[in-house]
């Protein structure tokens, strides 16, 4: 009776589906959430007669075999990189990638970190920071007597300074973009890790070709929908409760063949 073993995968299969799904629903409103996606694959077959082989003398091929599933398992939980919606906030430190890339920060470790999530802010050195006060790399300073900042589409960052009627440029912001983004390492607070799948970053001044530009006062959005996620919430549930309905009849089966005299 391999329907017992191969419903407790199926269940298994259809729980992790609703983890990911309620990851994606509680991160509706987190800022540059790319949401993710539950893939599966079938598992290795049992060949009792395997289709091609030959079954008699005569040599007469079997067109089609005997090969029996035992279940399914997770392939991968991928992760779905296209744009969010864009929202304004006004804020100047507010910056949205419009495109494709990700900003980069100074991790306390050393190490690079990306992201898309562009709430800054200025710490009390004057650098632009994000809400953990990670540094943007390369680093930039507002100047303590700055009146004004501004961030131009193509990452330029200038400062309007007390009796000065002519901005002084702060720095330059650069983004970086991946071969395969879904390969970024995932380490929560919207921050990536470059990984092997990911491959080596490519950085370029916003605008560039096959770059993103920034709009300064807006933060992109989830993209994360509502009605898709609940919709394949629903087809999880009654997945899962099909396969647990096989194991209640498989069960059935296996008294009634207990009872037998």
Known sequence: MRALSIAASGMQAQQLNVD???HNIANMNTTGYKRQRAEFQDMLYQNLERPGSTSSASGAILPLGIQIGVGVRADAVGRVTEQGGIGQTGNPYD???DGRGYLQVT???GQTGYTRSGNLAVNADGQIVTSDGY???PAITVPAEATAVQITRDGVVE????????PQQL??????????PPG???IGDNLYLETPASGAPNVATPGSAGFGSLMQGFLELSNVNAVEEISALIVAQRAYEMN???ITAADEMLQSTTQLR
């Open 20 to 22: 990911v799904i309620s």
């Open 159 to 166: 400062a309007t300074l007390t009796g000065q009627a002519t």
């Open 135 to 137: 540094a943007l790399e």
């Open 171 to 180: 720095g330059q912001i650069e983004i970086a973009t991946f071969i395969n």
């Open 184 to 186: 970024l390492e995932a």
């Open 95 to 97: 910056i949205a990638v």
């Open 107 to 109: 991790l306390p470790s």
């Open 244 to 246: 647990a309905r096989v």
